[in-house]
């Protein structure tokens, strides 16, 4: 049994930030988590599902043009959490982000998002 479970979104100002964590549950994860890697997605009403961030089992750093220098994804394997901070917000963020842990060719798994809202 594997649970993802997003937090952290909600109404923000343009220019203001936030960060979104996903907690990852399962007795897959319990043995080692850092054999997985980890993503946030975000979907905009109208539009298709996109990359924002990505962290690898092996620690390299991915992350969408539209967001490089604003966001910031990181892990906590002891917590099996994988966070997003999200600064420097514009309206163009608003979307639902989506968590995802997996392993390449293998298996994986997401979350059903948290809603973010940029707006004054």
């Known amino acids: 049994q594997v649970q993802l479970v997003e937090s952290g979104g909600g109404l923000v100002q343009p220019g203001g930030s936030l960060r979104l964590s996903c907690a990852a549950s399962?007795?897959?994860?319990?043995?080692?988590?850092?054999?997985?890697?980890m993503g946030w997605y975000r979907q905009a009403p109208g539009k298709q599902r996109e990359l924002v961030a990505t962290v690898t089992d092996r620690g390299s750093l991915n992350y969408a043009d539209s967001v490089k220098g604003r966001f910031t994804i990181s892990r906590d394997n002891a917590k099996t959490t994988v966070y997003l901070q999200m600064n420097s917000l514009k309206p163009e963020d608003s979307a639902v982000y989506y968590c995802?842990?997996?392993?390449?060719?293998?298996?994986?798994?997401w979350g059903q998002g948290t809603q973010v809202t940029v707006s004054s």
């Open positions: 995802n842990v997996f392993r390449l060719g293998t298996a994986d798994y």
């Open positions: 399962g007795s897959i994860f319990r043995s080692d988590f850092s054999i997985w890697s």
